[in-house]
């Protein structure tokens, strides 16, 4: 199994252009997030979704879109990048429904630097 | 605001020294884990601790879980340079997993 896998590793925009960040696992995990990172903040909660349909907000959501069409993909959208979004960001996914834990961790993927200049 | 506040932020010792990193919150959490995360990986779950006054045990890691389980702290005993890393608190509460900034330790030989 390949796990969670996140594309690309590194890119780099200007001011006002969009993307979006893919994210893929292979475990049929129904839970899946997205954290960014940033020196003395920790991970941060952007957005999360409990299942196929459903997306809810995090800690950070604003300037960021999500959707889960499918139980395997949760991208990551940016539609007006801004400097304030140059960061680390990881997708995490998880077995269990209706919360995280309870011996279900999180399995993350290796990330995506994103630079907005 | 920081949800979980962690400490230290940074902590630098010499081998075989002993450690300890805490986890604050004024929240409850359903559950507490604690990851690791080395250079251009993501974190990798160490432990998860559920139960009020928790103690876990990891080799010469040792993780409780505050009686009122809005705190935990992580115990390091004889530190060598392969347990330098980022270390995560992260507490669950509305079904979301929310961490703490983590603690930067580095282990000098």
């Known amino acids: 199994n390949a796990g969670v896998t996140q594309t690309p590793k590194f890119q780099v925009l200007k001011t006002g252009q969009s993307m979006t960040l893919q994210c893929a696992q292979d475990m049929n995990h129904e839970y899946m997030s997205w954290y960014r990172q940033d020196p003395g903040m920790g991970l941060r909660l952007i957005h999360y979704s409990v299942g196929a349909g459903i997306t809810d907000q995090g800690e950070v959501p604003n300037g960021y879109n999500v959707s889960r069409s499918t139980t395997e993909d949760f991208p990551l959208r940016l539609l007006s990048a801004a400097p304030s979004q140059t960061s680390v960001y990881f997708c995490a996914s998880s077995y269990q429904t209706g919360g995280p834990l309870n011996n279900s961790p999180l399995h993350f993927g290796n990330g995506t630097r994103l630079t907005v200049t | 605001t920081q949800l979980l506040e962690q400490s230290p932020q940074f902590l630098s010792i010499q081998e075989g020294e002993n450690l300890t990193v805490y986890c604050n919150s004024s929240?409850?959490?359903?559950?507490l884990q604690w990851y690791r995360q080395e250079p251009g990986e993501g974190p990798v779950l160490l432990v998860t601790?559920?139960?009020?006054?928790e103690v876990k045990k990891l080799k010469r890691l040792t993780f409780q879980f505050g009686d009122a389980r809005k705190d935990s702290s992580l115990h390091i005993t004889a530190a060598q340079p392969g347990d330098t890393g980022l270390y995560l608190c992260a507490g669950e509460i509305g079904g979301k997993l929310i961490f703490g900034q983590g603690t930067e330790l580095s282990v000098k030989p």
């Open positions: 929240s409850v959490f359903s559950s």
């Open positions: 601790v559920v139960t009020g006054g």
